[in-house]
């Protein structure tokens, strides 16, 4: 019964609807030169919605204003630290990412298509897995933890020069099996509030909840730097949040349900560009 009044009221605070989006017809073009599809057909595997919206379609004017110009994107000051990075040598093998990368310009497109199967491995890599892979393998240095601080810079980097690129993440042959248990995931209820990804962001987005509108929850712009908690964040540290919310315990950053639902959520972008480093409330 407790659990059945929890539910009720979660549902009925994300029905207190203002307008749908904050500015529905809106378009996000940056530095005045890139441009960033926020809206498209949903693709092919997605049951129960027709259209798929970036969250910065959902944010105020003024957060949306935020992304337009990079000089006005919190978010940037990760990407030049991601930059000094990519320089800098580290390791037993003396090499930078720039000794085998001539610039992050060269890895242009390549967040988009993350997480993706690494034949040699035999698994799906997320983009930070693969990172960690060049640093150990390639480098000699020691692999950073996820969504570590070195390791958003990293992502950052590699999302900035793709950014306006369509998301393009494979959802069959090899990676089939944990892209179906990503979307287990992701349609199961949870902890105490017995509330699962798709109740708040498929069958409420668009609603209010918290004095904020709810988003479909797409990750195309992660890294993203949210003004709660005045820096940047990663995909797997917000998919704790969110199980956190719901009162249960949440899975371990790097764990095979998290990468599952990692490439299971990404998948559900296809279409929308990158465009981290995005910025959320």
Not at 104 to 130: C, F, S
Not at 167 to 187: C, F, H, L, M, R
């Amino acid at each position: 019964m407790k659990n059945t009044m929890l539910r009720t009221a979660v549902a009925a605070a994300a029905l207190l609807s203002a307008p749908a989006f904050a500015d529905e017809d809106a378009n996000l073009v940056i530095n005045d030169e890139i441009e960033i599809t926020v809206r498209a057909a949903a693709p092919a595997h997605m049951e129960n919605v027709d259209e798929i919206f970036s969250g910065w379609v959902f944010r105020s004017d003024e957060t949306q204003a935020m992304q337009v110009d990079d000089f006005d994107n919190p978010g940037m000051i990760w990407v030049e630290a991601g930059a000094e990075t990519f320089a800098s040598v580290d390791g037993s093998e003396g090499k930078s990412c720039a000794s085998c990368h001539n610039s992050p310009e060269d890895l242009a497109g390549v967040k988009a298509v993350y997480p993706k199967w690494n034949e040699a491995a035999g698994e799906v890599r997320t983009i930070q897995m693969q990172v960690n892979d060049c640093r150990e393998n390639r480098m000699g240095a020691e692999p950073w933890k996820i969504d570590s601080g070195d390791m958003l810079n990293m992502e950052a980097l590699l999302a900035s020069v793709s950014r306006g690129v369509p998301v393009n993440v494979a959802i069959d042959g090899p990676v089939q099996s944990t892209w179906e248990q990503g979307k287990e995931i992701y349609y199961t209820r949870f902890g105490q509030l017995e509330l699962s990804c798709a109740n708040c962001h498929e069958d409420n987005y668009g609603n209010m909840i918290r004095a904020d509108h709810l988003s479909q929850g797409q990750i195309n712009g992660f890294p993203t730097y949210r003004l709660k908690n005045a820096k940047l964040n990663g995909v797997q540290g917000r998919f704790k949040g969110c199980v956190r919310d719901t009162r249960a315990e949440p899975f371990s950053a790097g764990s095979p349900e998290f990468i599952a639902l990692e490439l299971y959520v990404a998948s559900r972008g296809n279409g929308l560009s990158v465009e981290g480093p995005s910025v959320r409330n």
